[in-house]
């Protein structure tokens, strides 16, 4: 069975970066996406971006493009996301999602199939 680990979440000043990591386990992966999310306190989840393990397609969320880079290391079953010049706004608790066979790059969160626990990132200002 498949298990997601996100870490890297803390605080952070605004303008400031974070990297934060979800690594799969139970399984290795050279097909399927990975998804990331946030949700905010009395938000709806958002999606953040996705990249898929064949090719390292990307795709973003405009809210964070131009920010945010996904990137992944096939070898080591991790993905990251790699946050640069935060905002009080991208508050929340980071989710990293897997969908196992497929390369779409989706933004619906019911199209992945495993979820990491949360890590909670927190920008000041």
């Known amino acids: 069975q498949v298990q997601l680990v996100e870490s890297g979440g803390g605080l952070v000043q605004a303008g400031g970066s974070l990297r934060l990591s979800c690594a799969a386990s139970?399984?290795?992966?050279?097909?399927?996406?990975v998804g990331w999310f946030r949700q905010a306190p009395g938000k709806e989840r958002e999606f953040v971006g996705a990249?898929?393990?064949?090719?390292?397609?990307?795709y973003y969320a405009d809210s964070v493009k131009g920010r945010f880079t996904i990137s992944r290391d096939n070898a080591k079953n991790t993905v990251y996301l790699q946050m640069n010049s935060l905002k009080s706004e991208d508050t929340a608790v980071y989710y990293c999602?897997?969908?196992?066979?497929?390369?779409?790059?989706?933004?619906?969160?019911?199209?992945?199939?495993?979820w990491g626990q949360g890590t909670q990132v927190t920008v000041s200002s």
């Open positions: 999602a897997a969908e196992g066979r497929r390369e779409f790059l989706n933004s619906d969160p019911d199209w992945y199939d495993y």
């Open positions: 139970g399984r290795t992966f050279s097909s399927g996406a």
């Open positions: 990249i898929n393990w064949s090719h390292g397609n990307t």
